[in-house]
C-alpha cells in the first residue's frame, strides 16, 4: 500500500489520558517515523477532561482536529447527545475536506465505522476499521439494548455493510475475529489480528518494594492483589468485592483497586456496607506513574463478564504483562485473556463472577511465592517477545500494511 497521508476518526485522542487515546497516540507516534502522515480527527476536550500540566508535544507527522463543544465525557445524558451532535455535525464537514489518502475509523465512538464507511464512499477512499468494542453486541450482552429492537437490528445491518467494505478490520483478539466471521461475514483476508500493547516499556520488571506507591501504602510486605483500569460495564467488580470478604481473615492478602468507570460507585458502596478494611481504592494513576503503579502488586486481576467473548477484549492485560506480574484472569473461557493467559502460562484462569473461585486462587497464590514468582517472569517474556510497542510496530507493517 502506498498511501500516506491517513485521516483516523476517534472520540478520545492526546492530550486524554483514557488509554483509548494513549494507545493511539502511541501507535501513531512510532508510525509517523516510518513516514506515515496522520490527521486525526477527535471530540473536543472540555476542561474537566483535559489532564493537569501542560501536555506532552506530538511528534511532526501527526496533526489533530478537535472539534465539536467542550463538554465534560461523564455529563448528563443530555449532554452527553448534544457533545455527540455537535461533534457528528463537525467532524463530517472535516472528514468531507480534509486531504487525505485513506481513512481509519475506530469503535469509539460507537457508530463511527458505519460514518466513515459513508464519508469513504462518498470520496472514493479506501478505508479500515480498529475494533476496541463491538457494537451493539456489546450493549446486548450487558442488558442494554434489547436483542430484537429496531435499534439493534438496524445497527447489525449497517455494521454488516461497513465491515464488508473495509480494506482491513483490525481486531484485538482471536475470539472477535471469529465474531466479525460469524455475525459480519468478514472475510479472513480481510481480517487483521492486531492486539493491543503495553502503555509503556522497561527493560526488567520492578519488584514490589521498590513501588513508590506500595511504600506510600504501607503494602511492601503484603500479598497485593491488584485491580487498575476501567470499571465500567464489561466488569464485575462486585465479584472482586466479595473475593475480598472471604479472604477477609488472611492479613497478609490485601486489594488495591484503581482506576475508575460506571461501576466504580456500586462496588465501592458495597464494600463499605460489608465493612471491609483489606481494600484501597484509588483514581486513575497518572501516565508517567503508571509502570510504577502496576509494580504495586504481587498478583493482578482481569475481569470480564461472561456474555462478552469476542466483543471486547481487556486491554489491562498487556500492561500486566509488562509489569512482570502473575495474574488471575476472571474471564469467559475461549477469550482472548484466558487463551494469552494460559498459553503463556503466566497466570490462572477462573470462571467470571465467581468470588468462591477469584478467593481460592488468591489464597492459592498467596502460598506460593515461587508459583508466582515463575508466573511473573513468564509474563514479563511474553510482552517482550510480542507485546512490546516494537512487537507491535513491527506486526503492522507484516501483518497490516506492506513494508515500506
Known amino acids: 500500500?502506498?498511501?500516506?497521508?491517513?485521516?483516523?476518526l476517534c472520540d478520545v485522542f492526546h492530550p486524554s489520558e483514557a488509554s483509548t487515546s494513549q494507545l493511539f497516540t502511541e501507535l501513531l507516534a512510532t508510525l509517523a517515523t516510518d513516514g506515515l502522515r496522520f490527521t486525526v480527527v477527535t471530540n473536543r476536550l472540555s476542561r474537566q477532561d483535559c489532564p493537569a500540566g501542560r501536555p506532552r508535544p506530538l511528534p511532526p507527522g501527526i496533526a489533530v482536529g478537535a472539534?465539536?463543544?467542550?463538554?465534560?465525557?461523564?455529563?448528563?445524558?443530555?449532554?452527553?447527545?448534544?457533545?455527540?451532535?455537535?461533534?457528528?455535525?463537525?467532524?463530517?464537514?472535516?472528514?468531507?475536506c480534509v486531504r487525505v489518502d485513506r481513512f481509519w475509523a475506530s469503535t469509539n465512538p460507537p457508530f463511527a465505522p458505519v460514518w466513515v464507511a459513508a464519508i469513504a464512499w462518498l470520496r472514493r477512499?479506501?478505508?479500515?476499521?480498529?475494533?476496541?468494542?463491538?457494537?451493539?453486541?456489546?450493549?446486548?450482552?450487558?442488558?442494554?439494548?434489547?436483542?430484537?429492537?429496531?435499534?439493534?437490528?438496524?445497527?447489525?445491518?449497517?455494521?454488516?455493510?461497513?465491515?464488508?467494505?473495509?480494506?482491513?478490520?483490525?481486531?484485538?483478539?482471536?475470539?472477535?475475529?471469529?465474531?466479525?466471521?460469524?455475525?459480519?461475514g468478514v472475510?479472513?483476508?480481510?481480517?487483521?489480528?492486531?492486539?493491543n500493547w503495553s502503555p509503556f516499556d522497561q527493560s526488567r520488571a520492578p519488584a514490589l518494594a521498590e513501588s513508590r506507591l506500595a511504600r506510600r501504602?504501607?503494602?511492601?510486605?503484603?500479598?497485593?492483589?491488584?485491580?487498575?483500569?476501567?470499571?465500567?460495564?464489561?466488569?464485575?467488580?462486585?465479584?472482586?468485592?466479595?473475593?475480598?470478604?472471604?479472604?477477609?481473615?488472611d492479613p497478609r492478602i490485601h486489594f488495591v483497586m484503581i482506576g475508575g468507570g460506571r461501576r466504580r460507585q456500586a462496588a465501592e458502596e458495597l464494600s463499605r456496607r460489608l465493612g471491609l478494611s483489606n481494600i484501597t481504592w484509588l483514581d486513575?494513576?497518572?501516565?508517567?506513574?503508571?509502570?510504577?503503579?502496576?509494580?504495586?502488586?504481587?498478583?493482578?486481576?482481569?475481569?470480564?463478564?461472561?456474555?462478552?467473548?469476542?466483543i471486547a477484549v481487556p486491554c489491562k492485560l498487556y500492561g500486566i504483562l509488562a509489569s512482570g506480574r502473575a495474574i488471575i484472569a476472571a474471564v469467559p473461557s475461549g477469550s482472548e485473556a484466558s487463551r494469552v493467559v494460559s498459553e503463556e502460562e503466566c497466570?490462572?484462569?477462573?470462571?467470571?463472577?465467581?468470588?468462591?473461585?477469584?478467593?481460592?486462587?488468591i489464597r492459592g497464590l498467596a502460598a506460593s511465592a515461587g508459583t508466582v514468582s515463575a508466573m511473573g517472569e513468564r509474563a514479563f517474556s511474553a510482552y517482550r517477545e510480542k507485546y512490546s510497542l516494537e512487537a507491535t510496530r513491527t506486526r503492522f507493517w507484516a501483518d497490516w500494511f506492506h513494508a515500506p
Open 1 to 8: 500500500m502506498t498511501q500516506s497521508r491517513i485521516v483516523l
Open 67 to 96: 472539534v465539536g463543544l467542550p463538554l465534560a465525557v461523564g455529563a448528563s445524558v443530555g449532554t452527553r447527545l448534544l457533545r455527540n451532535v455537535c461533534f457528528v455535525a463537525a467532524a463530517t464537514v472535516r472528514l468531507l
Open 125 to 184: 477512499r479506501p478505508f479500515d476499521v480498529i475494533v476496541h468494542d463491538v457494537y451493539p453486541e456489546g450493549l446486548v450482552a450487558v442488558g442494554y439494548l434489547p436483542k430484537r429492537s429496531v435499534v439493534a437490528s438496524l445497527w447489525h445491518r449497517l455494521n454488516r455493510w461497513a465491515y464488508r467494505r473495509a480494506s482491513r478490520v483490525a481486531v484485538l483478539g482471536r475470539d472477535m475475529a471469529d465474531l466479525m466471521r460469524e455475525v459480519y
Open 187 to 195: 472475510p479472513a483476508d480481510r481480517l487483521v489480528l492486531f492486539p
Open 217 to 249: 501504602l504501607g503494602l511492601v510486605a503484603t500479598f497485593v492483589v491488584q485491580y487498575s483500569g476501567n470499571m465500567g460495564l464489561w466488569h464485575d467488580l462486585d465479584a472482586l468485592v466479595a473475593a475480598a470478604q472471604l479472604v477477609s481473615d
Open 284 to 310: 486513575f494513576q497518572p501516565r508517567e506513574e503508571l509502570s510504577d503503579s502496576l509494580a504495586c502488586s504481587s498478583v493482578a486481576v482481569i475481569s470480564q463478564r461472561e456474555p462478552l467473548v469476542g
Open 347 to 361: 497466570g490462572l484462569v477462573v470462571p467470571p463472577s465467581d468470588p468462591a473461585a477469584l478467593a481460592a486462587a
